[in-house]
Nanobody, 123 residues
Framework: QVRLVESGGGLVQSGGSLRLSCVAS????????MAWFRQAPGKERRFVAA????????DVADSVKGRFPISRDITKGTMYLQMSSLNPADTAVYYC????????????????WGQGTQVTVSS
């Protein structure tokens, strides 16, 4: 079992920046891909970005491409999402997730989830 803990969310004005972190603990051998998803009120959970733990290969949703680079620090067991040029449409709970297979954008394909961190962007 992999335990995931997100942090870094908060309230920010439009145009601002935040950096989300996700620390993984437990069974690192069960992780090949780590990903960020987000869920706005009344909407489905949607893919934001993912990174392959070993190679560092990334995939980023078109809606955040160029604004939300994803990275990881293997020595710290931590994944990051550096969010910039935030706008109210980015308001959501952001979740960290892992899976053993390759990168996919489907939430149901991920095995472990964190509790989420709230990001609110005011206009």
């Amino acid at each position: 079992q992999v335990r995931l803990v997100e942090s870094g969310g908060g309230l920010v004005q439009s145009g601002g920046s935040l950096r989300l972190s996700c620390v993984a603990s437990g069974r690192p051998g069960f992780i090949n891909v780590m990903a960020w998803f987000r869920q706005a009120p009344g909407k489905e959970r949607r893919f934001v970005a993912a990174i392959t733990w070993g190679s560092g290969h990334t995939d980023v949703a078109d809606s955040v491409k160029g604004r939300f680079p994803i990275s990881r620090d293997i020595t710290k067991g931590t994944m990051y999402l550096q969010m910039s040029s935030l706008n109210p449409a980015d308001t959501a709970v952001y979740y960290c997730a892992t899976r053993l297979g390759g990168i996919t954008t489907t939430p149901n394909s991920y095995n472990s989830w964190g509790q989420g961190t709230q990001v609110t962007v005011s206009s």
